[in-house]
Structures are given as structure tokens and as C-alpha cells.
């Protein structure tokens, strides 16, 4: 699951949102988000931290969630940086434990015009 999104970005702080709609018995029970908070400047991406604001259960599970930076920087082309949110799921229709795993990729860094084009991919285990 995932994919990866292109785009340019200019220099500055941005902001990348991994998200999931999980359903059982064809039910939405919980929305899983993992917030990647990071810069974009002449020294490539810098993680500055994520969040799993916005994750939500319903009236059918709980969720407990947190995440870390894995990789904190990619400081040339070619170079990702990755961050894993871990979710807790518990209530009527659904109990265990799930992850999303963020990667931003550093695809071309122009100094010049103060941007970057950066891959965004997101994968979902269970």
C-alpha cells in the first residue's frame, strides 16, 4: 500500500499526511494519520518532527498512537528520511496493533530558485 507523490516544494517548513480509513465488516473503525513536519532548504530535508494528530476511533475502537523520526535527514538527491506512527486499536470489532511508515525522498535540490522536488510514500502494516 502507498505511493509515491512528486512534487516541487520551495524552501520553508511543510508539512506531509500519511493517512488510513481502516473498516471491518465494511465499517470505517478508526482514521490512523501520521504528520511528517519538515524544512526544505539548501541543506536538503530535515525531519523536525511528526505527529499522529487527527488519528481517531469511532464508537466501535479505541486508539492509542505515537510515532518517531526513524531518519531525520536526507542532506543529498537520492536520500530519504522516514518516520513510523504505531497504533493501538482495541474495542468490539477490532484489537491489535498496526504501524505507518513515512519516507520523503530528496529527488533534485535547486539552490538557485530556493526549491526542492521530494517523493512522498507512505506503507501500512498489520
Not at 45 to 57: I, P, W
Request: net charge positive; charged share 20%; with cysteine.
Amino acid at each position: 500500500m502507498g505511493k509515491w507523490i512528486h512534487g516541487p516544494k520551495d524552501y520553508g517548513d511543510r508539512l506531509y499526511t500519511a493517512w488510513v480509513k481502516l473498516k471491518s465488516l465494511g465499517v470505517v473503525v478508526a482514521t490512523l494519520k501520521l504528520g511528517n513536519h519538515y524544512s526544505v532548504g539548501d541543506y536538503g530535508l530535515k525531519m523536525r518532527y511528526c505527529s499522529v494528530a487527527g488519528t481517531k476511533g469511532t464508537t466501535w475502537s479505541n486508539v492509542d498512537a505515537s510515532c518517531d523520526v526513524t531518519d531525520s535527514k536526507a542532506e543529498k538527491v537520492g536520500y530519504d528520511m522516514n518516520a513510523v506512527g504505531n497504533y493501538k486499536l482495541s474495542g468490539s470489532v477490532t484489537n491489535g496493533y498496526v504501524s505507518l511508515t513515512s519516507s520523503l525522498k530528496l529527488t533534485q535540490l535547486t539552490k538557485s530558485s530556493k526549491s526542492a522536488r521530494v517523493y512522498s510514500k507512505y506503507t501500512y502494516r498489520d
